[in-house]
């Protein structure tokens, strides 16, 4: 069965920083994965997906991705970050059989440094 | 139409009282789906409806909750005689078959059982 790993839990990096937040998955094929952000309270917003094609993904508020097959990763970069992204980040895969359900990993909570 | 409506946005319970939750999808969204959410953990898998169709539901959704999507509309979630661990975020998303482009997602129901 298809399933995430976010091997980090929390991390915090000063305003203005570079970050990079850790995805492993678990697929046979080629998968299809996203990355979410989750506010206090709130639901969840789409950053960006890869399906196909480019492995270097632009998502929204500056966020990037780099799909390694060789390293089953999924790594979410933003070169600068800002107060208000800290949150929490949920990385993705999608079950593509059956129901198509996306299946989420535990998620790295980001805090932010001023 | 300006989203994933779930009502209501809090609900404090009672241990062994019944509750219910209700999800309203993106109008032209066929496929539905529930998921819960508990502290420090990323969504899981709940049920999913395609139009009014129940089509899969998790291990983790007991014989003490039920959904239903009358008509292939808005859709309820009711937990009976409910538990402390029952205590969670309960989230809905709405899709067209097979878009992941399109998996949007409610703010959620934050349940507390006392």
């Known amino acids: 069965a298809q399933s995430v790993t976010q091997p980090d839990i929390h991390i915090t990096v000063s305003e203005g920083a570079s970050l990079e937040l850790r995805c492993n998955y678990s697929?046979?094929?080629?998968?299809?994965l996203f990355w979410y952000v989750q506010s206090p309270g709130q639901g969840l917003q789409l950053l960006l997906k890869?399906?196909?094609?480019?492995?270097l993904v632009q998502g929204i508020k500056g966020f990037e991705a780099e799909f390694k097959r060789s390293q089953s990763s999924f790594n979410l970069r933003k070169p600068s970050v800002h107060w208000s992204d800290a949150a929490e980040y949920f990385c993705?895969?999608?079950?593509?059989?059956?129901?198509?359900?996306?299946?989420f990993g535990s998620g790295t909570r980001l805090s932010i440094r001023p | 139409d300006t989203g994933v409506s779930q009502n209501p946005r809090h609900k404090i319970t009672k241990r062994g009282q019944n509750v219910t939750f209700r999800c309203d999808p993106i109008?032209?969204?066929?496929?539905l789906y529930w998921y819960r959410q508990t502290l420090g953990q990323g969504p899981e898998f709940l049920t999913y409806?395609?139009?009014?169709?129940?089509?899969?539901k998790s291990r983790l959704l007991s014989d003490r909750f039920s959904a239903e999507r009358p008509k292939g509309s808005f859709s309820t979630l009711e937990i009976q005689r409910t538990e402390q661990g029952d205590s969670a975020m309960y989230l809905c998303?709405?899709?067209?078959?097979?878009?992941?482009?399109?998996?949007?997602f409610g703010s959620g129901t934050r349940l507390t059982v006392v």
């Open positions: 998303a709405s899709s067209l078959t097979g878009d992941f482009y399109g998996y949007t």
């Open positions: 409806f395609q139009n009014e169709a129940q089509l899969e």
């Open positions: 109008s032209e969204h066929n496929r």
């Open positions: 890869y399906f196909s094609g480019d492995t």
């Open positions: 697929y046979g094929a080629t998968p299809y």
């Open positions: 993705a895969v999608a079950d593509t059989q059956g129901a198509s359900k996306i299946i």
